[in-house]
């Protein structure tokens, strides 16, 4: 029976490995990386490799498939989890795949879109529902059941103490109080949920 990759990849060792694992924090089923990370909206783990700062995960890929060429491919999360670096957890492809996986786990964003995109825009334009909004979007970190009890709870306790209760930040709360996101969940608290 062939050896799971990741105890392989425990089993490396030199300097490098300690200093990349020293940053690992595993769980159950991935591997977060706790070291520093680059990416506004979606954070990416980044290791100094000796010469220069690399994305984590590739780093883990290559040093886990050493005969597996990578230049000009992409690392894809199989778990959707960018801060990954589990190796049963990523795979090779090419950006079209990658843009693929992210459309066929919904977890698409077409405000991103650049002028160039604007065949993303047009099927926007034809189904506006086709954009993730909510808890349907990737980043999301509040359910809409969350969103209507903050609202509930508005005047009861400050923004910043709500925001710990639900684990975000006091400015997300007075954007969700104020109905400039999670205006979807307006409907709930429309129905007094």
Same mark, same amino acid.
């Given at each position: 029976?062939?050896?799971? *990759? !990741?105890?392989?990849?425990?089993?490396?060792? &030199?300097?490098?490995?300690?200093?990349?694992?020293?940053?690992?924090?595993?769980?159950?089923?991935?591997?977060?990386?706790?070291?520093?990370? $680059?990416?506004?909206?979606?954070?990416? =783990?980044?290791?100094?490799? =000796?010469?220069?700062?690399?994305?984590?995960?590739? +780093?883990?890929?290559?040093?886990?498939?050493?005969?597996?060429?990578?230049?000009?491919?992409?690392? $894809?999360?199989?778990?959707? #989890?960018?801060?990954?670096? #589990?190796?049963?957890?990523?795979?090779?492809?090419?950006?079209?795949?990658?843009?693929?996986?992210?459309?066929?786990?919904?977890? &698409?964003?077409?405000?991103?879109?650049?002028? @160039?995109?604007?065949?993303? $825009?047009?099927?926007?334009?034809?189904?506006?529902?086709? $954009?993730?909004?909510?808890?349907?979007?990737?980043? !999301?970190? *509040?359910?809409?059941?969350?969103?209507?009890?903050?609202?509930?709870?508005? %005047?009861?306790?400050?923004?910043?103490?709500?925001?710990?209760?639900?684990?975000?930040?006091?400015?997300?709360? @007075?954007?969700?109080?104020?109905?400039?996101? +999670?205006? %979807?969940?307006?409907?709930?608290?429309?129905? @007094?949920?």
């Amino acid at each position: 029976m062939a050896e799971k *990759l !990741s105890s392989r990849v425990e089993r490396l060792e &030199g300097p490098d490995v300690e200093r990349f694992f020293a940053k690992v924090v595993k769980g159950v089923s991935c591997w977060n990386w706790a070291g520093a990370t $680059r990416g506004s909206k979606q954070k990416r =783990g980044c290791f100094w490799n =000796g010469k220069k700062n690399v994305d984590a995960a590739r +780093w883990i890929f290559a040093k886990a498939n050493p005969h597996q060429p990578i230049d000009g491919l992409c690392i $894809r999360h199989k778990c959707d #989890n960018p801060l990954c670096v #589990n190796p049963e957890h990523l795979e090779i492809g090419t950006q079209a795949d990658n843009v693929a996986d992210m459309w066929a786990r919904n977890r &698409g964003n077409l405000e991103g879109i650049r002028a @160039g995109a604007a065949k993303g $825009r047009e099927a926007l334009q034809r189904n506006p529902s086709a $954009r993730p909004s909510g808890e349907r979007h990737g980043l !999301s970190k *509040l359910t809409e059941e969350q969103v209507a009890e903050i609202r509930r709870l508005n %005047g009861t306790a400050s923004h910043k103490a709500l925001g710990e209760m639900f684990g975000v930040h006091s400015t997300a709360i @007075g954007r969700i109080l104020r109905n400039q996101v +999670w205006k %979807g969940a307006a409907a709930l608290k429309a129905r @007094g949920l």
